[in-house]
Nanobody, 116 residues
């Protein structure tokens, strides 16, 4: 069973930065994309950013220009650099991967809290 292991969450003041990392517990072949979702209390889980195996990226409008997703294909690792954080970015952030166009993987989530 492949697991996605996230790290890098924490508490930061508004305007600060955090970097999230997500690594697979073992190598996954034929990954289509990896990305990050988040879920705030009382809200649905939403896409934050994703990156395909070819390097194409997609961002939620709310994070464009502030967050950057990147990926190390050789290591099956994805990163999310979050700058200019706002209180509304507070949520549990989940790593996500899709392989073979059908196999879906989720991390356990990491808490990001932005204080005003």
């Amino acid at each position: 069973q492949v697991q996605l292991v996230e790290s890098g969450g924490g508490l930061v003041q508004a305007g600060g930065s955090l970097r999230l990392s997500c690594a697979t517990s073992r190598r996954i072949f034929s990954i289509n994309f990896m990305g990050w979702y988040r879920q705030a209390p009382g809200k649905q889980r939403e896409l934050v950013a994703l990156i395909t195996s070819g390097g194409t990226t997609n961002y939620a409008d709310s994070v464009k220009g502030r967050f950057t997703i990147s990926r190390d294909n050789a290591e099956n690792t994805v990163y999310l650099q979050m700058n200019s954080l706002k209180p509304e970015d507070t949520a549990v952030y989940y790593c996500h991967a899709c392989a073979n166009s059908r196999d879906l993987y989720w991390g356990q989530g990491t808490q990001v809290t932005v204080s005003s």
